[in-house]
């Protein structure tokens, strides 16, 4: 038997107009809702603007909690994200734990890992160190990647002495460790260090990471590096928003002088007398969003309670964050 196919029902444009704007009404509610679920969930990024607030757990690391109440602590603190260094990691692992449920964990809490801390000897003019160093980066962006990590800071470990690195040597080593963070799925950050002999001012670093001719080359600076580097901090107004995806942030006091400070000397941001203003200022004038990540190592901060410590240090942040975009 054979039918006829009936035509399309036609509907006239008062119709039309009222069903589409059915539609766009629907359409605005859902992306209404779903901005204010993210904007009133207490951890989420988007709460903060240009920066998202993380804690370097180096800041509670004396208290030795181990990875899961470090975790804790940086939720109830109320930061958005966690800086956990890959040690406390493969001690959590080797001792049972399980990295999926460590993942769980994170999440739940609202937490995301914008980084994490290692040392492998990846940069050494020494060949078979630095194939070791390669291979630990791998194995240590693999521990960060299977918790949801995102970078893995690389400092010049092991050729903090003389003599100097070629720059352009270097920038080849760094472009091999981000090839092989491409495979992983993990961004290897090289990482300023004021204190070492190689790679301790902020040009250095940006030469390296230009010369790799990589995409997703970048640095991480850190307030106190910058001065026991000798670095200025308006050089920071020369990089683009991508260039710095985590800034450590810290203060440090008149006394001692530059030669004299090391890292226990660090003090929450405005409890010194570092040009914390200028630089966060300067990161957000270059726009993105930018993780501000509380490390410090200070031995008093060690000896209280870790909560109190993290409590205290994002309210410094966020004081100094406040200052710092007043017009």
Known sequence: MTTTARPPQMIS???AVAQAGVLVGAALTAGYQTSVAAESKPNSPRASGSFIYCLNTATIRGQKLGIVKEIEVTAQAGYQAIEPWVGSIETYHKEGGSLTDLKRRIADLGLTVESAIG?????????????QGLERAKFEMDLIAQIGGKRLAAPPTGATELPRLDLLKAAER???LLEAGDQIGVVPQLELWGFSKN???LGECACVAIETRHPKACVVADI?????????????????KEAIPVLHVNDYPAD??????DDSHRVYPGDGVAPVTEILRAVHEQGGQTVLSLELFHRKYWEMDPLEVARAGLDKVKSAVATALKR
Do not use: C, M, T
């Not at 050089?235 to 683009?240: D, T």
């Open 256 to 261: 001692p002088p530059r030669e004299k400070i």
């Open 13 to 15: 444009r008062r119709q």
């Open 224 to 240: 106190y590096h910058l001065y026991k580097g000798g670095s200025d901090a308006s050089g920071l107004r020369l990089l683009s």
């Open 199 to 201: 790679l301790n001012r």
């Open 174 to 176: 760094y472009r091999s």
């Open 119 to 131: 040392f492998p000897q990846w940069i050494v003019d020494d060949d078979a160190k630095r194939a």
